[in-house]
């Protein structure tokens, strides 16, 4: 198999999230796949938000013009190999200049030609045609009905496979229907026909759900729960009518990036058969975020957006109730004014227990995930999750609202059997948080041993890209 990957976002060159890190990794472990003969990853060239260490590398292979409805624009295809992956970056500086990946007032533009580029320049690049083109969210989900539509008159293009991956259902991009013709420099036949329409405007996603030969999410709880109106964004109707080919499959994460033993962001290594280094940067946290320094205490780290899609309005409606407990809290993140205002607060009163950094750093980041007891996401929904995987990895057992890819990964604690790598609570409201996150700090003070087993059982956990990407190669070879 040739697969090509296309996306808006990829680690290491420019991410905003999750799609970022799953089209940084993914196409790396397929690489490594017997399956698959050859892999591509194909983005748009944001030159401001990529490294000079990267763009040194980067090799010109062609030019070109794509016509954006009556536009005609230039697009300059430039080339990087690494980690036995092709990447190629379209260039036009009128869509792909400037600071920041998305938020502008063409977006919807910027990738209708991003799509239209990909269509015509296959036939040109050294890949070849791919037999799998993988895409990603709203940005790419015009590809499979553009080759279906548009592009089937090229004989090259008729035994594509096309599989669209929903990393997040809120984004759908919107356009007016007549973006068809002025984009697109298409008919208006499937927007009046309702196959391209939802709420009477173009809806890019779901032009993707419909036209993709396979359609999958990042996990398999959140694949069910798109298919409810509380889940689906206004799209359930279509996830049903599609579920024949509709998966779910978990992402993982880099186990070289994200590895205790070796990871440079912190100050002392472990391991799941030493965790000496664990308690060392436990204490070194406490110095620095000014924690009493105890090794008595449960130290909970939060590492997130603070907006109540997090599940963070929960939280401080709930803090004055948690820190009466004998127990640490460290924040670190950025998000809805209200929620960060409010953690300054309790971290003001509470000096000796509760740290609010309202900011992101990486090595910090590393810091918590490294020296907390217990990891707090308590998410109103989640499609996937990285950071409780992550926090297993470090020894750090999550407490987590059961839904989308938390559900997945996370056992809950069996007071019974002493079994589980974390906590969880079903009920999404404040008093069913505090009595869950009780129940974490309790078996911390009274049961250590249990408490040890449960860090040993996540630790042991395999979230590595390596066993999720055998189930991408199971899912192209359906269509191969």
Not at 33 to 58: N, R, W
Not at 258 to 283: C, L, Y
Not at 323 to 332: H, N
């Amino acid at each position: 198999m040739k697969v090509l990957f296309a996306a808006s976002e990829c680690a290491p060159f420019f991410k905003t999230g999750g799609l970022g890190d799953v089209a940084g990794a993914l196409p790396k472990e397929l690489a490594k796949k017997k399956e698959v003969d050859d892999v591509a990853v194909i983005l748009p060239y944001f030159k401001d938000e990529m490294k000079e260490s990267f763009k040194s590398e980067l090799k010109d292979e062609l030019w070109d013009f794509v016509n954006v409805g009556w536009r005609r624009e230039y697009v300059g295809v430039k080339s990087l190999k690494k980690d036995g992956v092709t990447y190629y970056f379209l260039d036009n500086e009128h869509y792909f200049s400037g600071k920041g990946l998305y938020g502008y007032d063409n977006d919807g533009e910027r990738f209708a030609f991003f799509d239209l580029a990909i269509c015509q320049l296959l036939e040109r690049l050294d890949f070849g045609i791919p037999d799998i083109i993988h895409v990603n969210d709203w940005q790419t989900a015009m590809i499979p009905f553009l080759l279906k539509e548009k592009f089937n008159w090229i004989t090259a293009y008729q035994k594509i496979k096309t599989v669209l991956t929903l990393h997040n259902m809120q984004f759908q991009g919107w356009l007016d229907g007549y973006a068809l013709v002025d984009l697109f420099g298409m008919g208006m036949e499937r927007f009046n026909e309702g196959v391209v329409r939802h709420d009477n405007m173009l809806n890019m996603l779901k032009a993707g759900l419909l036209y993709a030969d396979k359609v999958n999410t990042v996990s398999p709880s959140y694949a069910q729960e798109i298919k409810t109106p509380a889940f689906g964004c206004g799209l359930d109707p279509i996830l049903n009518f599609i579920s024949d080919k509709l998966s779910g499959i978990l992402n993982g994460i880099d186990y070289d990036l994200f590895n205790p033993a070796t990871d440079k962001q912190i100050e002392h290594h472990f391991d799941v058969k030493n965790r000496s280094g664990k308690q060392a940067m436990k204490k070194a946290l406490q110095e620095k975020t000014g924690l009493s320094v105890s090794t008595d205490k449960p130290l909970i780290g939060i590492v997130s957006r603070l907006t109540d899609q997090k599940g963070f309005d929960l939280v401080l409606s709930e803090l004055e109730h948690l820190l009466q407990e004998d127990v640490q809290i460290v924040v670190l993140g950025t998000g809805f004014p209200n929620i960060e205002a409010g953690f300054n607060y309790f971290s003001s009163k509470y000096p000796d227990r509760f740290s609010a950094n309202i900011a992101f750093n990486l090595k910090f980041a590393q810091e918590i995930y490294a020296a907390s007891d217990l990891f707090l996401m308590p998410s109103a929904f989640e499609p996937c999750g990285l950071s409780q995987m992550i926090a297993m990895r470090y020894g750090s057992l999550p407490i987590v609202h059961e839904i989308g890819g938390l559900k997945d990964t996370v056992t809950p604690f069996n007071p019974i059997e002493k079994t589980g790598n974390g906590f969880g609570f079903v009920q999404f409201d404040g008093y069913t948080l505090t009595q869950t996150v009780k129940q974490a700090i309790s078996l911390y003070q009274n049961d250590r041993k249990t408490f040890d087993q449960l860090v040993l059982s996540a630790m042991t956990e395999d979230f590595s890209w390596a066993s999720k990407a055998q189930h991408y190669v199971t899912l192209y070879e359906t269509l191969t």
